[in-house]
């Protein structure tokens, strides 16, 4: 397995996070997963990380790639066609990191189960 992620699991457009924002979602103490079904046939992942909840961007970014790399290493082995935005809700502290990517992990595991 390669260790990228590739462009195409990914949302690109405002309109794309629109749609799936629009639609129901699971809320948990950091996080809030929005999901969407899609006509494209693979999981594609959108993230949000706001300057309000963090200020610097390199810890936005640290973020944003634990949630990408989350998603990555946990796939939906069979053909899940999903729109998911993560948005994050809550600062993480870095003794928060381990429970965060547990929850992650959880919260996309009943998404796919729910579709």
Same mark, same amino acid.
């Given at each position: 397995?390669?260790? !990228?992620?590739?462009?195409? &699991? ?15 979602? @699971?809320?948990?103490?950091?996080? #809030? ?8 046939? /693979?999981?594609? /992942? ?9 200020? &610097?961007?390199? !810890?936005?970014?640290?973020?944003? &790639?634990? /949630? ?7 796939? #939906?082995?069979? $053909?899940?066609? @999903?729109?998911?935005? $993560? &948005? ?8 928060? /990191? ?18």
């Amino acid at each position: 397995m390669t260790q !990228e992620f590739p462009f195409f &699991r990914r949302l690109h457009k405002p309109k794309e996070f629109e749609l799936v924002l629009k639609n129901k979602g @699971l809320t948990d103490k950091w996080l #809030a997963l929005h999901f969407k079904e899609n006509t494209i046939g /693979i999981e594609r /992942i959108g993230i949000i990380v706001s300057k309000r909840i963090v200020a &610097r961007a390199v !810890e936005r970014n640290r973020i944003k &790639r634990l /949630i990408r790399e989350s998603f990555r290493q946990n796939y #939906a082995t069979d $053909v899940c066609a @999903l729109d998911v935005v $993560v &948005r994050l809700r809550k600062k993480l502290s870095n003794q928060d /990191i381990a429970d965060f990517k547990k929850t992650l992990i959880l919260l996309l595991m009943k998404v796919r189960k729910t579709i």
